[in-house]
């Protein structure tokens, strides 16, 4: 059965756009792997690459039943909402958002890492440290994300192959 994509395109926020009517799941209509790839920043294989095929599945799992197109929704919702937060935290640095594809590969690697750090998240914690103290094992992850912002938005690194808009503060506001 074929799936109708023009719903993973609207880069907007709304949140509208996050209700559970939004993306087809709970076995209503099958999602192939891959749903979504093309229409974001990054794709699914590439969060798979940083953080692994079974990390990206069980973290995007949320319910635990394996249900696979529950599973591919939840990525692409994954993806929209990191995309969606990098156009935000980008948006008055030197390059109009939303880039336009062919995408610089930096950005489809931080794209991917918010979408997964997003996925893990919604797990809740499930690391401890040796004293069995609460641990990000993800930090690291989420601390490149935010200077990788940084360092664009401020102009110490540009997008390669991504004009760059004259006259822009570069400014970094943080999270």
């Given at each position: ?83 969606a937060y990098l156009n935000d935290m ?86």
């Amino acid at each position: 059965m074929a799936i109708d994509k023009s719903q993973f395109q609207n880069k907007q926020y709304d949140p509208a756009h996050f209700g559970a009517k939004q993306f087809p799941g709970g076995g209503a209509e099958p999602l192939a792997p891959g749903t979504c790839d093309g229409l974001y920043y990054a794709n699914r294989s590439d969060i798979e690459l940083i953080f692994g095929k079974l990390n990206t599945s069980k973290w995007a799992d949320v319910d635990n039943l394996g249900v696979t197109d529950d599973i591919e929704a939840r990525i692409c919702w994954a993806l929209q909402n990191s995309e969606a937060y990098l156009n935000d935290m980008l948006n008055g640095g030197p390059h109009s958002v939303p880039i336009a594809s062919p995408f610089p590969v930096q950005l489809i690697v931080e794209c991917a890492r918010k979408a997964g750090t997003i996925l893990y998240d919604s797990r809740g914690v499930t690391d401890v440290d040796a004293d069995g103290r609460p641990q990000d094992s993800l930090k690291m992850h989420r601390d490149q994300t935010q200077r990788f912002i940084k360092q664009i938005v401020s102009g110490q690194m540009q997008l390669v192959g991504v004009p760059v808009l004259t006259g822009t503060p570069g400014a970094y506001l943080g999270e």
